[in-house]
């Protein structure tokens, strides 16, 4: 037997112990170098990412800001010249004065013109046509000059008409776009056009109409600004070696870019508006074609985007701002940056990381071997013992080492031998009377399983029982100290809101007693009725009053409505309408279904009919729509983690809530959901207590069980669902029109 077992275990195949002290250490070196290597990288990669955002984030945040002031500024001056006129602080017929008054304007604001134009013909106007040209005065009067020509005059240093510098004939403003679409709109607008002279200005022009008292148009004050002006402000920004900044509007068009190009091109020498897709830059030309390609129209586009693309193989980011104003600015802030702008410095580490990880590596591997081969020949030589001493030899003694260890091992070893030879005669002995104890300690064993773990099923019941008891208890507790707290206080507004609409009722007919036999009180009075407008007071105070009764009277429902939910004063069995109980729960999981942040609110769907009144206790039923409907709304909350906004906004959560009587006379109630589903592996243990798929201090696990038994244990009724995964989940309660209530 002994030669048989030599023979066996000569012919075993095994890894060589050099390799397994060789490879895992090489492993570890390769891993080791490889993480470093790649973390190097990955985090390098992810520098330049949040590099690139927060530089777009913070270049865009400045256009925004320049934005902001840069319109504001256009849009209050022809609001407040506007207003001015209205006031009568300015007399819009003294063009003498109103030239001197624009032109102390243009001294203070960066303004390309500002101008008057009155219904009967009078063109007033302060501005520059170049860049750096001198401020003129245009004045058009057919009172004054008997004709329709503009006269533009240079001016002195008062702001008054020096030298007349040319004539425009015959010009009619009242053709112009900006004049028609105020006319139409009837309302302070911009309006961006093109001019078709040169020097071909992309001009932005903010209008304010002046109405008399009877709604007839007068005058319109209107400032104009520059688009260059943003154009010289994008490329004054320090973005990268070569990014791009740029403004669009929504229909593609060029406002303003940091290119060195402007937003229009000349075609058979009129000009043209420039869009995005046409621009001489090849990046922006390449960011516009791929905003186009994402969002097949610009006015998708509600919220700020972070963008990447590929352009000639390499990698572009890409930020969308919406930006506009309220006179109907909306235009698109766009800041596009190259990933090569920040990768050189990266990619030269990436490469000395990577031959320093190959010289390691290497070196690592050189030290391995040597190693492994001083280790494993004294370990060879107790292999060799082990496997005589397994082969019955047990009078083998192995040599000591000179290594201490494996001298220690080697003394080890050969007491081990002597131990053996002495226990194996004992095991013998000792073996025959194990085989006989172990099938009864078997029997035993098996036994007291089942005895525990029948214990442990009436535990977790009784559990169960006692989480729901004392669940319900401080429901009602706290349902009853709501309805007294609330219930008084409410009670007397409510009450007292009748006498005060009557007393104010009183109080305004005797004004409006007054008011008609004292037509003309004193002027202090009179000046304190408009101060707090009393015609609007008299008029708004009984609607106040009935806002406050209908308020009141909402707070007393929602009240009722919660007591009606927990029905913890009635401790018996009593006849109830299911769909009340439904509409109760409904209405205190309420704020679950609202609107979160830009995630579409939850769609309840109800599909009730007229239901007998079924007797049973109607507080554990309420709290079995209660944990079910809370289940689906986690299960839909779990669904809109899992998926982009887009996604949730074009499918969003929806619980549909059914009733009906079958013709066993059976109530159904049937609550589906378009959540995530139940997974198949978990279907079998849906009702078993504490079992939960949430995550620690999200559930514990009792929900459904206890639904389980409150409508098939306590109501004789039926719980069942169907589900699909990534589908949805649909509940199935059955509960008899006569109960059986145990």
């Known amino acids: ?201 992309l001009s932005l022009a903010a209008t304010y109409p002046i109405y008399d008292a009877n709604d007839r148009l007068k005058y319109i004050s209107w400032t104009e600004l520059r688009t260059w002006e943003i154009s010289s402000f994008l490329r004054q920004l320090s973005v990268s070696t070569s990014g791009r900044t740029f403004i669009l509007e929504r229909n593609g068009l060029l406002v303003g870019s940091s290119a060195d190009e402007e937003p229009y091109r000349l075609v058979n020498n009129k000009p043209q508006r420039l869009r995005g897709t046409e621009s001489r830059d090849p990046l922006i030309q390449a960011s516009v074609q791929y905003m186009q390609q994402q969002f097949q129209d610009l006015s998708q586009i509600k919220s700020q985007q972070q963008l990447e693309f590929w352009q000639n193989g390499q990698r572009q980011f890409l930020q969308v701002t919406p930006w506009g104003d309220a006179w109907g600015l909306d235009w698109l802030v766009v800041v596009a940056v190259p990933e090569a702008d920040f990768m050189g410095q990266i990619q030269d580490n990436t490469r000395i990381t990577i031959w320093l990880c190959l010289i390691a590596l290497g070196t690592a591997t050189l030290l391995g071997i040597y190693t492994s081969r001083w280790i494993a020949q004294p370990i060879a030589r107790l292999n060799v013992a082990s496997r005589a001493i397994a082969a019955g030899e047990l009078d083998l003694v192995v040599q000591p080492d000179h290594v201490r260890e494996f001298e220690e091992l080697a003394h080890s070893f050969n007491q081990m031998a002597q131990q053996l030879r002495d226990s194996f005669r004992a095991l013998e002995s000792a073996n025959h009377e194990l085989e006989q104890t172990n099938a009864d300690l078997e029997n035993r064993v098996h036994q007291r399983t089942l005895e525990l773990s029948e214990a442990l099923r009436d535990l977790q019941q009784t559990q169960a029982q006692l989480i729901q008891t004392e669940k319900m208890s401080s429901l009602g507790q706290m349902v009853a100290g709501v309805a007294h707290e609330i219930n008084n206080p409410v009670n007397f507004i409510h009450g007292n809101l009748n006498h005060a609409k009557s007393y104010v009722e009183e109080l305004l007919t005797t004004l409006s007693l007054y008011q008609k036999h004292y037509a003309h009180p004193a002027t202090e009075i009179q000046q304190y009725a408009e101060e ?40 018996e069995t009593k006849q109830v309408d299911l769909n009340q109980g439904i509409d109760s729960t409904l209405l205190i999981l309420k704020y679950r279904f609202k609107a979160k942040h830009e995630i579409p609110e939850i769609r309840l769907v109800k599909h009730y009919v007229d239901l007998p009144l079924i007797e049973c206790y109607a507080g554990q039923i309420n709290q079995v729509f209660m944990n079910i409907l809370t289940n689906a709304l986690d299960a839909i909350d779990q669904r809109n983690s899992q998926m982009t906004l887009q996604e949730v906004q074009q499918n969003p959560g929806q619980i549909t809530i059914s009733t009906e009587l079958d013709k066993t006379q059976q109530v159904i109630v049937r609550i589906s959901d378009n959540g995530m589903g139940i997974p198949e592996s978990i279907k079998g243990k849906l009702f078993d207590p504490f079992f939960t798929t949430k995550p620690v201090g999200k559930g514990t696990g009792l929900g459904l069980s206890i639904c389980y038994q409150i409508v098939v244990g306590q109501h004789g009724g039926k719980l069942d669902y169907i589900s699909t995964p990534g589908v949805g989940t649909e509940f199935i309660i059955a509960i008899p029109l006569v109960a059986v209530v145990q």
Request: aromatic share 10%; hydrophobic share 40%; net charge neutral.
């Open 1 to 201: 037997m002994g030669k048989q077992l030599k023979a066996k275990i000569g012919s075993r195949q095994g890894i060589p112990l050099q390799v397994i002290l060789v490879v895992p250490f090489v492993l570890q070196i390769f891993a080791a170098v490889g993480l470093t290597g790649y973390l190097s990288i990955r985090n390098g990669q992810r520098a330049v990412n949040d590099l690139a955002v927060q530089l777009q984030r913070s270049v865009s945040n400045r256009i925004n800001q320049h934005l902001d002031d840069f319109i504001f500024t256009g849009r209050q001056i022809a609001q407040l010249n506007a207003k001015a006129i209205e006031l009568k602080a300015l007399n819009p017929e003294d063009l003498d004065l109103l030239g001197r008054y624009f032109w102390q304007q243009m001294q203070v604001y960066n303004l390309g013109y500002i101008n008057l134009v009155s219904e009967s013909g009078n063109f007033i106007g302060v501005g520059r046509f170049e860049r750096n040209s001198p401020v003129t005065i245009d004045i058009l009067s057919p009172q004054r000059f008997g004709n329709n020509d503009v006269y533009i005059y240079q001016v002195n240093s008062q702001g008054e008409p020096a030298t007349l510098d040319l004539v425009n004939k015959t010009f009619d403003f009242k053709q112009e776009p900006w004049y028609q679409q105020t006319v139409e709109q009837k309302k302070p607008i911009w309006n961006l056009f093109q001019w078709i002279d040169p020097p071909y200005h």
């Open 532 to 571: 707090i407008d009393l015609a609007f007071l008299m008029q708004d105070a009984p609607q106040m009053l009935e806002s406050m009764q209908e308020g009141t009277r909402r707070i007393r429902e929602i009240v009722t409505t919660l007591r009606n939910f927990s029905r913890l004063d009635e401790a």
